[in-house]
């Protein structure tokens, strides 16, 4: 199964999305637990839930390397 | 077609277009690493932590956390010298403070991912900053011009960032959700659990109307009067109704809207929330409302607990009364309308994947995401809640204002009173208004209704449905 967990176009890291959305931080955090492993995708500028699937799935060996599960 | 339908498959490998998407092994879910890679937990760790370590530190005597708690807040000081002389003769203790707030939360945000060579230097600038923003509210007249710590805070923050060109990694030490969630678990060591077991139900109550109400104009307006993509009035409309910023992320998240959509009621939501920080404290000081009213009307109608502490705080301080403000927003806000985050984001998950997308679901939305989206942090405040009201039970009304109060309560609010100033600091140091995203005149109007919706069906809930309850608070 697919999920853009393992897709390398999905950027969980908290501290991509806190820089990825300027204000984000000055009320709130990404890396507070109300986001659970939510993150952006860059391939279709969506933010989503990790469980989410896509015809555009590209996998990514290198996901744990390049960013935590976080 | 929504904007995700032509994109988002029907979960199954076999409708990928790519080896690499069918082949792709399933990746394992963060699951209980969450109790080191959220801040939420930590928050709990350090509440509680610095919670028993006070008690065991009253308990044997120990004047140490009595001493580390240290702020020159309440000075009264009328000259220079005065306050010259308070640092002089306790620079150890500030020193001592200084590095231990520096290794607690330079050791768990590093664990979380932050860099500690950002966070040392960032979190000095914010420790000396807030030395100043006591040092303000322990002048004799500050209350006189108004000088409310909270306020000054914010309005030096917001200047400094929106006037000086801060680097970016500074921002690593400006955490305005993990200091105000450790100042929240501090705050249930205070927070008296019979007062949340006797009013507990009337906030929730207050709350559930308050949150419909306000979603449900958001969304009709936003969908209905503007017509805007039902995911961006999804977002708006929680982002409004429950917790701003923090609920916009997790129903933006459950929905699959445009990271422009999340973005944009942002802005919204950090925009509104400054202007609420300034009008309901002094609406409030207009209309001489009882603090525990206030501070119910603060929990009912800010979007975020950051911004609403330092609104319920700054009038509890005009009125002197803040623990009755601090106590009708805590009751309203963290336990009332917090706790409505992953029900939402549940809901909404189940709406966007049965009905909106219902050929393309990707999987479908399990109930565990109310539990996994929970705000973790208000278990340590309930814990800390239940933990010490036991713990002083046992004392006479008359020991405990004159052994408990100053020994153990008084300097743990000292140490809150520091990670809210943290906290409001915070708020406005990452506030960069030239970074926000110009909203549009649509979102803007659909959110914008349902914040005066709020602001009036708060004030009423709050002064006159159940205006004999909050006001009550506090005594």
């Known amino acids: 199964m697919a999920l853009c967990f393992g897709c390398r176009h999905f950027v969980n890291n908290p501290r991509l999305i806190e820089s990825s959305i300027p204000g984000l931080n000055a009320l709130s955090s990404a890396f507070a637990s109300v986001r659970g492993e939510a993150g952006l995708c860059s ?7 990790p469980t989410t699937k896509c015809s555009y799935f590209e996998s990514d060996e290198s996901v744990t390397e390049k960013r935590p599960a976080v | 077609m929504s904007e995700k339908s032509e994109n988002v498959s029907k ?55 009595k001493s580390l708690a240290i702020n020159p807040g309440g000075l009264k000081w009328s000259s220079l010298g005065q306050l010259g002389d308070h640092f002089s003769k306790n620079l150890p203790l500030y ?31 914010l420790y000396l900053l807030s030395i100043v923003m006591f040092s303000i509210s322990g002048w004799v007249n500050a209350s006189k011009y108004n000088l409310e710590p909270p306020l000054v805070a914010l309005i030096v923050g917001l200047a400094i960032a929106n006037l000086v060109r801060l680097p970016k990694w500074l921002d690593s030490g400006f955490r305005v959700e993990y200091y105000i969630k450790t100042g929240i678990v501090l705050l249930g060591a205070t927070f008296p659990v019979t007062l949340i077991i006797s009013a507990g139900p009337v906030a929730l109550f207050q709350a559930t109307v308050i949150s419909l109400t306000t979603c449900l104009v958001i969304y009709f307006m ?61 609406a409030s000081k207009l209309l001489s409302l009882n603090p525990g009213i206030a501070g119910a009307w603060v929990g009912t109608s800010e979007f975020a607990d950051a911004a609403g502490f330092a609104a319920a705080s700054a009038y509890g301080k005009m009125a002197g009364n803040e623990n009755a403000a601090i106590q009708g927003f805590t009751l309203m806000k963290v336990i009332g309308r917090d706790m409505w985050i992953g029900i939402w984001s549940f809901i909404f998950a189940l709406i ?62 000292s140490l809150r009173t520091w990670a809210f100033i943290f906290c ?45 309850h909050w006001s009550a608070l506090g005594k």
């Open chain 1, 43 to 49: 391939r279709l500028n969506l933010f989503l839930s």
């Open chain 2, 11 to 65: 979960g199954s490998a076999d409708y990928c277009e790519t080896k690499a998407c069918a082949e792709a092994p399933p990746k394992q879910p963060m699951g209980w690493k969450e109790l080191y890679l959220k801040e939420d937990w930590w928050a709990i760790y350090l509440g509680l932590g610095i919670t028993v370590v006070a008690l065991i530190s009253f308990l044997s005597g120990s004047n140490i956390v």
């Open chain 2, 95 to 125: 020193f001592i403070q200084m590095i231990s707030w520096l290794v607690v939360f330079g050791v768990s945000t590093r664990i979380m991912g932050l860099k500690t060579r950002e966070f040392i230097p960032s979190f000095i600038v």
């Open chain 2, 222 to 282: 936003a969908t209905k009067v503007f017509g805007l993509d039902k995911r961006f009035a999804s977002v708006l409309g929680v982002g409004g109704a429950v917790c701003g910023v923090s609920a916009s992320m997790a129903i933006a998240s459950s929905v699959g809207a445009k990271k422009d959509y999340l973005y944009t009621t942002v802005t919204l939501v950090v925009v509104w929330a400054l202007v609420m920080i300034l009008f309901i404290p002094f």
């Open chain 2, 352 to 413: 966007a994947c049965l009905k909106w997308e219902k050929e393309e679901c990707g999987t479908r939305p399990d109930a565990m995401e109310i539990w996994w989206r929970f705000p973790k942090f208000v278990i340590g405040f309930f814990i800390a809640s239940i933990f010490m009201t036991a713990v002083t039970a046992g004392y006479a009304s008359a020991d405990f204002n004159k052994v408990v109060k100053p020994g153990l309560i008084l300097p743990i609010v």
């Open chain 2, 424 to 468: 409001f600091l915070s708020i406005g140091l990452t506030t960069r208004f030239r970074e926000l995203k110009s909203a549009g005149v649509k979102p803007f109007l659909a959110f914008t209704t349902g914040v005066l919706v709020n602001v009036v069906l708060g004030f009423v809930l709050s002064a006159y449905v159940f205006g004999s």
